[in-house]
């Protein structure tokens, strides 16, 4: 009898032959960059440094394509737009100390957005490890301490021979639902030492999916079936699981409206009839969701901007579905299914029958109706007359980054993303830089279509010099650059808040001059020529910029009513 403990892999001749005469002059760099390799990386992210040195020089007698940043942050904003458009986890080789720090606010961004980076760092030589102050250069008490509250997992290796099998977790972990952020760090002795180990050639890290258990999806489809007024919630776990198909089968069955979340755009057509959009800071929509009788939410926790600021009070019972354990009845009660959102969704529909309500299209419409004369009512033409604009010139199929700013909040709301996992901000931690260097990272994984990344002036300032990144990679990346002189939204709160705003203006450079002397095509266009413009940009190979000055204005909030 065979058991399934009994099954191993057997290495093929060539992989024998790899094994006993591996090639001469390989070091622990190796080990990492064939693990990567073997693990089906095709693409690293990074910025080289003097305790990594042996990981980069490793590079060279690989397969794997790397794409480098000036600045390690935006080395991370890369690396989680990699991650976020193909659904592998995208590897970012950082240094210790000081580049390994300064990744730290894109870590978190990938950490609340559910991004899988795997994360290697170097360390200090192994006999500096321990805590004892040896005075290395870039030495830290516990470096690991510094990321443990930010990514999934952290993974020490000592030794040459724990490279393949650490790197291998930490993969899984990245890649487990729901995906996120993790840590492998290697002190410089073990990357420079010539290893004597064999080629990695077998490696195996699939990740897990939690399944939903049977007695709470039977419990959430009797739910359904019996709801008179059934709405859903659907976050960005639906778009990291590749459920949005499953998603809008469910809807239709239900004949239930759905509202995406700003981490869940495109999780559901935007011109549906049972589509609410994305209108979550509105009173409008908040009022409809709290008179559902039965409300699912899928792949959210409900935080919050999906909660419009908190003051959302859901009414009727709540049935959520979210593979990050912590979040589940985090804000609300609810019938908690712990569960990857396409497996859950799959559970439902091989139990919940059809019911028909056709009154839901026209609920939705009257809602809509109602936020768009809201709207009108605040004579913010422009902003909306821009954000169309946008919409147009940007291709079918093509994605878009946007950073912290004015456009970017409106867009949250009122962007038609076009398809599932095309429009990603950074909305999870709310970091000011995001935009550019993450455009450059989705270009990186498919440079046949444009990229669009959408900054102010104040956040474009952070990663300026990645113009550098995409001239020298040739990334088809145009940048549009919002410029009104400062931190538009901040101003516009502390104006809102104390009659007047402090630190929010800025001296700024001349942004097409300065994007010409990086040997990338800049411009100035106006809100009349932005489509133009923006579309003849897009349409150019290689990146560009377009700058436009613009004074823009947020809609009026409705949770401090």
Known sequence: MTHDHDLVLRPTPAQTEAALNPPPGRNGGDLVVETLSGLGATTVFGLPGQHALGM???????????????????????????????????????????????????????????????????????????????????????????FRGVVKSVHTVRTQSQIPSAIAAAWKSALTAPHGPVWVEIPQDVLLAETSLPMVTGVDATPDQPAPRPELTAVAADLLARAVRPAIIAGGGVVRADASGKLRQLAERLDAPVVTTFGGKGAFPWTHPLSLQSWLEDRHTTDFLEDADVLLVVGSGLGELSSNYYTFKPRGRVIQIEADL??????????????????????????????????????????????????????????????????????????????????????????????????????????????????????????????????????????????????????????????????????????????EATATELTRPDYAALAE???????????????????????????SVVVLPALLRMFAPTHLN
């Open 56 to 146: 980069f020089d490793a590079l060279r007698r690989s397969d794997l394509r790397y794409i480098g940043l000036r600045v390690e942050n935006n080395a991370g904003f890369a690396a989680d737009a990699y991650g976020r458009v193909t659904g592998e986890a995208a590897p970012l080789l950082l240094s210790t100390g000081p580049g390994a720090l300064t990744s730290l606010a894109a870590l978190q961004e990938a950490a609340a957005a559910s991004a899988p980076v795997l994360a290697i760092s170097s360390q200090i030589p192994t006999a500096g490890l321990g805590g004892s102050r040896h005075g290395y250069l870039h030495e830290l008490p516990d470096q690991a301490a510094s």
């Open 517 to 543: 002397s990086f040997g990338v095509p800049g411009i100035r266009t106006t809100p009349e020529t932005l489509e133009s413009d923006l579309a003849k940009a897009l349409s150019s190979p290689g990146p």
């Open 326 to 499: 912590g979040k589940l009845e985090s804000n609300h009660p609810a019938l908690g299914i712990h569960a990857d959102a396409r497996l859950a969704l799959q559970a439902l529909l091989e139990t919940v029958p059809e019911r028909t309500d056709p009154t839901a299209p026209e609920r939705v419409r009257d809602v809509l109706a109602r936020v768009a004369e809201r709207i009108a009512s605040q004579e913010l033409t422009l902003e909306q007359d821009l954000l169309a604009s946008v919409r147009r010139a940007l291709p079918a199929g093509s994605p878009s980054f946007w950073d912290m700013t004015i456009l970017s909040y409106w867009a949250w709301s009122a962007f038609d993303p076009g398809h599932t996992n095309l429009m990603h901000s950074a909305q999870g931690a709310g970091g000011l830089g995001y935009g550019f260097p993450a455009a450059l990272g989705a270009a990186a994984a498919d440079p046949t279509r444009p990229v669009l990344a959408v900054s102010g002036d104040g956040g474009a300032l952070y990663s300026i010099a990645e113009l550098a990144t995409a001239k020298q990679y040739g990334l088809p990346v145009t940048w549009l650059i919002v410029d009104d002189g400062g931190y538009g939204i901040l101003r516009e709160y502390m104006t809102d808040a104390f009659g």
